[in-house]
């Protein structure tokens, strides 16, 4: 049977390879960076806060999926099922390994907000 719909055994189990390593499928690590400036003034009576914030100062993308399928399952040519690595030559759109999402729990993309309050 060809394709890439089963797994290494067949039964439509794991899809990678049970001598795989131990936390070989790790996701890069999570960055997150938010600063805030404040500045308190006062002109007359009237006290002022101005403040800056800025979220995702590093503007780094956090991935929070991979691409897990190690092998498919190829061809079978005289009685044996070949494995095919799923490489970048083989599958060009998500080898294995290549990010496939995105994290948007956090912030996405940079953001500043600014901001001034007055007290009288």
Request: no cysteine; aromatic share 6%; charged share 15%.
């Amino acid at each position: 049977m060809t394709g890439g719909n089963e797994s290494i055994n067949g039964s439509g189990g794991a899809d990678y390879l049970p001598s795989v390593g131990r936390n070989t499928l790790r996701l890069p690590d999570t960055t997150n960076l938010d600063m805030r400036l404040a500045r308190n003034g006062s002109v007359g009576r009237v006290r002022l806060q101005g403040s800056v914030e800025v979220f995702n100062v590093l503007n780094h993308t956090n991935v929070s999926s991979v691409n897990t399928t190690a092998y498919d399952v190829g061809q079978t040519t005289t009685g044996v099922t070949q494995l095919v690595f799923q490489s970048a030559a083989v599958n060009p759109v998500t080898p294995f390994g290549q990010a496939t999402a995105a994290a948007t729990s956090l912030t996405r993309e940079r953001q500043v907000q600014f901001s001034l309050r007055a007290e009288f």
